[in-house]
């Protein structure tokens, strides 16, 4: 492989780990914020925890659900907690 191929595949994979990495820190900045009075940061908190399915992420969206007015927002955690159930049996 020629150095401009190398040089390539190292700046793109580079680009990738870093866009990974900023991506998680942004959803785990926001995955304390399920309860906040903002409703794009419920929804940011709901696709951080969307993506780690356990017992106690269970709870706490059952929890969120009783909290939450918003109808959009119930149907995307209600629709995250059916998948939960159905995964962790």
Request: aromatic share 6%.
């Amino acid at each position: 492989m020629g150095t401009k191929v190398k040089a390539a595949l190292l700046t793109f994979g580079f680009g990738a780990l870093v866009g990974a990495v900023l991506a998680q820190e942004s959803m785990g900045r926001h995955r304390g914020d399920l309860f906040s009075g903002r409703p794009l940061r419920r929804l940011s908190a709901l696709g951080f925890l969307s993506g780690n399915p356990s017992v106690e992420t269970v709870r706490l969206l059952h929890d969120y659900l009783a909290w939450e007015q918003h109808p959009m927002l119930r149907r995307r955690a209600d629709g995250i907690v059916r998948k939960m159930e159905a995964k962790l049996g």
